[in-house]
């Protein structure tokens, strides 16, 4: 599966093998070792056998995005499939980055000896039929798939617009003045989104959208706990929970000015052996630099591993942290925000250890950027990947960039799977309309290596998932600015030789 990495194979066992070994001397699992241990337990018939009793019926939705390990899994509990229930759209199956395994649906049916019911999901409540015809023309030219048609009784006459503009920026100006005709009709910006097939595509849009102060959020970024801030509050509460963890002790410790890496790294080695973790701490002998801090962070660990009251915890530990944070972080009132949102959602938890296990397996979706979620009376527009849309709608929803090299994305033409995942990312894109769909078509596209006013260009194509025998489902149109409409009728009769005029200036 990753042929570049073959050079490398024994190293890479090396490794592996030492990462394993850190992780059980740390008493701490990885996201991957979840699916690894169970399936290591699956892989034992008897076991299997066990834990497939407990359960009469085992459901799974979303199933187009799991991966080969899942699937295991999922076989070894229920090996004849009796009990067992899946739903999935092969044509959502957009995932493969992370693992998820298109044939895990394809091949479902034919995994048992008895082959599975296929039960046809096809009325669909959210798009109109005129948007459903096109999704459904697009789709259908894969190559391998359930072959289904979406109807509907939401009734249109108003096809899907394929917008022809001259380039990106024009791509911007279209889609700022065709939401803002939108918001003065009634239509909320946050009734309105704008999909893109990689988070950099949208950057022209956001200039114009700032520059024409139309409020947005984007989605598809750093997501809340991937936030510094956030994850230096998430690692003294991990140290705390559990000493023998090194990384979240190695983050804790720096935090503190006089402690850097070598230092950090010695008083987690004189935690690991001491017989009371908390004893090795306090027999440390910090460097100089950090002495004044080192009381202070003594008592709040010392505390928080005796068994503060909860989630009363959280907050010492941020108010131990503030002051680190805005001597780290110029923008500190603003991650403050972060903080104290962390708080709240800790308070619907009954204990630590459930938060700290919880926030792991379901994190919110919050982006790093907002201080929680916008109130309830702002009104923004949606800007997202449409990795990030999957399972959103709007009433209105633009998709930028409809063209070769960026739906399909020039990486995303490799193989074969690769091209139908593209076309599948499309299929995404339009069905999360509601009432109206734009697919834009910018019609050249500049190198950003070049002067302000540089012309080097470079021409595109429209996607070739939309030949031209599937243009009838469209409307097509063409879209220029004000600024670049030229009418001849409007120009003066009168013809001036500049030149001329400046030359006669100094006769």
Request: hydrophobic share 40%.
């Amino acid at each position: 599966a990753f042929p570049w990495c073959a050079a490398w194979a024994e190293q890479l066992k090396e490794l592996f093998a030492a990462y394993v070994e850190a992780k059980q001397a740390q008493n701490v699992l990885d996201y991957d070792d979840l699916l690894l241990y169970w399936a290591q337990m699956a892989a034992e018939p008897e076991i299997a056998a066990h834990l497939g009793s407990r359960f009469d019926h085992v459901l799974v939705d979303e199933y187009q995005d799991t991966n080969r390990l899942q699937a295991s899994i999922l076989l070894a509990l229920k090996p004849d499939g009796a009990g067992l229930t899946v739903v999935g759209d092969d044509a959502q199956s957009i995932y493969s980055f992370r693992a998820a395994e298109v044939r895990n649906i394809l091949d479902f049916p034919k995994q048992f000896a008895k082959p599975a019911e296929i039960v046809m999901l096809e009325r669909n409540y959210r798009s109109t039929e005129t948007i459903l015809a096109a999704a459904n023309r697009v789709i259908g030219e894969a190559s391998e798939r359930f072959t289904k048609n979406l109807w509907t009784e939401r009734r249109s006459s108003h096809r899907p617009q394929l917008v022809s503009v001259r380039d990106e920026a024009e791509q911007a100006n279209y889609v700022c003045q065709a939401i803002l005709a939108e918001r003065e009709a009634g239509t909320a910006l946050k009734a309105q989104a704008v999909l893109f097939r990689t988070s950099s595509h949208s950057g022209p849009l956001e200039v114009e959208l700032t520059r024409r102060n139309i409020p947005f959020v984007k989605f598809g970024g750093l997501k809340f706990l991937d936030a510094a801030h956030v994850k230096d509050m998430l690692a003294m509460l991990r140290f705390a929970e559990n000493p023998r963890d090194r990384v979240a002790g190695f983050r804790v410790l720096q935090l503190m000015p006089g402690i850097g890496p070598s230092a950090a790294s010695q008083i987690v080695d004189a935690m690991a052996t001491s017989l009371d973790e908390t004893l090795g701490l306090a027999r440390f002998r910090p460097p100089q630099r950090a002495a004044q801090d080192w009381p202070v962070f003594l008592d709040i660990y010392s505390g928080l591993r005796a068994g503060a009251k909860w989630p009363a915890d959280l907050e010492r530990i941020r108010l131990w942290y503030e002051p680190h944070m805005e001597r780290i972080h110029e923008d500190a009132i603003t991650r403050r925000a972060d903080l104290i949102q962390l708080e709240q959602i800790a308070s619907t938890y009954p204990s630590r250890e459930r938060f700290l296990t919880e926030l792991t397996l379901d994190p919110p979706d919050a982006t790093s950027d907002q201080a929680g979620a916008p109130h309830r009376d702002e009104d923004y527009l949606i800007l997202s990947t449409i990795h990030s849309a999957k399972g959103q709608e709007w009433k209105n929803v633009f998709v930028l960039n409809t063209v070769d090299g960026c739906i399909p994305a020039d990486l995303g033409v490799g193989t074969k799977e690769d091209i139908e995942e593209e076309r599948r990312l499309l299929y995404v894109a339009m069905t999360r309309a509601k009432d109206s769909l734009h697919l834009v078509v910018p019609q050249r596209f500049y190198p950003h290596n070049q002067a302000a006013r540089g012309d080097r260009h470079v021409y595109a194509s429209r996607t070739r998932f939309i030949p031209a025998s599937m243009l009838p489902a469209f409307e097509q149109s063409s879209w220029a600015s004000a600024a670049l409409k030229d009418d001849p009728r409007q120009r003066p009769g009168v013809k001036v030789d500049l030149g001329a005029r400046m030359r006669g200036i100094w006769k």
